[in-house]
């Protein structure tokens, strides 16, 4: 069988079967947004890799170097938010072919470096090679979490509300412009969205207010898509979620983009990639303390979304209470 047919996480679970229980030292390996290991003296490292591939992540005319290099950073760094932690140490994978701009891998470096600081984390080494064509950056993540912040995707329980920060449907948006130059739409929402689709900005602070508050029970970035995150985050707690279309936050640029080339902007707010905000679920007598919590000390706007509810992984979106049929899989890698 070809990747291709098997698909991203029938693929993840086929590589990963045979692997061994890492012992008590693994907290929480394959399965979440970033491993969590034991460190020794009640501390807990996070660990995770993102990548950034030619033609697959990022067209080089399409984005600058600077905006790459941060872009990779801000894609690791939303894995750590996720799990509540906080960014410290990263190593960089870079293969390139031999005939590869200098000074354009230098610009991309400068990008990556700045992120990493901004955010609170060094370089601390990495690797070269050469590659027959096209650029590959990988990203490996190390951070860090108290034991008592720690935010997994597992801990949803029926009877908890699901939020989500910030508003929807943006980075697709800015792909869909990217993609489609015949796009008209008017200048500032092609700005906004195509900021979103280069410039995403991970949700660290309001991952350290999540892994804080009492009442928060479960959290994933939203890297695949709202419906498709959604069902990672019920598998894993073994629950059931319904979301609620009309409560969803539509970003305005997405709107307009949407308007513009004839799409709901409910597609791109429920089944668009990339988005890098926090989905998460609480208990709903402390949703509204958390909710303001976000706001104040994390500068982060959430919405109530949806509930949860007994059962196995199920997802639905209602729409005025009617089960909707959207087409929003989500991004799968080899599907
Ligand atoms: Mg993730
Ligand atoms: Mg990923
Ligand atoms: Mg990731």
Redesign the pocket.
Known sequence: MKTGELGEFELIEALTRGVADGGPDVVCGVGD?AAVLRAGGGRLLLT?C?AQIEDVHFARGAISPEQLGRRLVQ??L??VAAMGGKPRFALASLAAPADCDTGWLERVFDGLAAALEAAGATLVGGNTARLPERTALHLFLIGEVEEQRLLRRSGARPGDLLCVTGALGGPAAGLLLLEDESIACEPRARERALERHLRPTARLAAGRVLGKAAGARSCI?V?DGLVADARHLAASSGVAISIDAGAVPLAECASAVALASGRDPLELALGGGEEYELLFTVDPAAAEQLLDDLLEHAATNATVIGAVAPGSGEVTVLRDGRPLAIRADGFDHFG
């Open positions: 947004d995770t993102d894609v690791n939303s894995d970035d890297s």
